[in-house]
């Protein structure tokens, strides 16, 4: 072989290991970036950022999603959630909502939910920006207020039990689904109270002199640590309890007086179920906590998405 023909084969070796080289390079950064961003990064996930701004947003209209929120800033700003503000997520969450110049109404709202698909298009996301998006929602499954703490079987099969007839009660009685499941986890323990387990009274509803049916005396706990004993309604069955708990909270006038039924977000009906007396435990200050509770629950749980389920699908079958 000729010097000169020597000279081009070691340049093609050399562009052929450049090009290897280069190759390798690039495949290890197109690794690192699908790895990076492949799922949503809850490590610096501030939750309760887009939980706050959803029910901020939410108060007085209809609740919109945290989550959707959440999965959209994860594949706008690449995972790096730093570039997350109040504002800005405040924002986002506005997109989900707007006006209702539909006959179509949901309840008391003047308002109407956008769908997550209308956003990502006003939004121009692709369709590959679009699939992250949902890819993100699905990372977000098992994420509240505390993060990873939803993947608890026995708590989710209780939770999905009741929602079939909190469903029914919101649309007769406009009482949010994540006002009613959780007052029946906080009632009844995750149905595991005493109460709950022989008399099927998620509720702790009293036997008082309108009720006819059976009823049992059990050991009760009032205001902040005084114990009592009163007679409690018994039920055949849970769907008889949440049945009751509709009418109860119907037949008693204190209920609509306060605002419980043109409430349209589970604050404000929290709030309002507190002002009617539905509870009178308080904490050692003598200062009354049950909304809070009931809000941390929600919160904790995600119940508030239950609402926007419900609250959607309304819209979506009276078009």
């Known amino acids: ?36 961003y492949k799922h949503i990064n809850l490590k610096e996930l501030n939750t309760k950022l887009y ?4 029910d901020n947003v939410s108060k007085e209209k209809l609740q919109t999603n945290w989550k959707y929120m959440a999965a959209i800033d994860g594949v706008r700003y690449k995972n790096d959630f730093s570039k997350a503000t109040s504002s800005n997520v405040n924002q986002l969450a506005n997109m989900f909502l ?38 993100y929602i699905e990372d ?14 026995a708590k989710q099969k209780f939770i999905q039990e009741l929602y079939p007839g909190a469903v029914q009660i919101y649309e007769k009685y406009n009482v949010l689904p994540s006002i009613i499941i959780s007052q029946a986890i ?16 998620l509720f702790g509803i009293k036997a008082d002199s309108n009720w ?20 409690f309604r018994v039920y055949d069955n849970k769907e008889q309890s949440l049945k009751d708990y509709g009418e109860f909270l119907k037949n008693n006038k204190r209920y609509k007086q306060n605002g419980v039924f043109q409430a349209t977000q589970y604050i404000a009906q929290a709030n309002a179920i ?16 049950y909304s809070e509770l009931l809000i941390g629950i929600i919160k904790d749980q995600n ?17």
């Open 140 to 153: 977000l499954k098992y994420t509240g207020t505390l993060k990873n703490n939803l993947n608890d079987s």
């Open 186 to 201: 906080l009632e009844s323990g995750w149905g595991k109270s005493d109460l709950s387990v022989k008399a099927n009274n």
């Open 303 to 319: 119940l508030q998405l239950l609402d926007y389920q419900c609250e959607m699908s309304y819209l979506k079958g009276n078009k």
């Open 274 to 289: 507190e002002k009617a007396g539905y509870s009178t435990v308080e904490n050692k200050n003598g200062e009354q906590i």
């Open 212 to 231: 006819k049916g059976k009823k049992v005396k059990m050991n009760t706990s009032e205001y902040y640590d005084k114990k009592i004993v009163d007679n």
């Open 51 to 54: 939980i706050e701004a959803a």
């Open 1 to 36: 072989m000729s010097r000169k023909n020597n000279n081009r084969f070691k340049n093609m070796v050399m562009v052929v290991i450049t090009l290897i080289f280069a190759a390798l390079i690039g495949l290890g950064i197109y690794a690192h970036y699908t790895a990076k």
């Open 98 to 135: 707007e006006k209702n110049t539909t006959s179509v109404k949901v309840k008391n709202s003047e308002y109407k939910l956008v769908d997550l698909d209308e956003v990502l298009n006003k939004l121009s996301f692709d369709s590959k920006q679009q699939a992250k998006v949902h890819s």
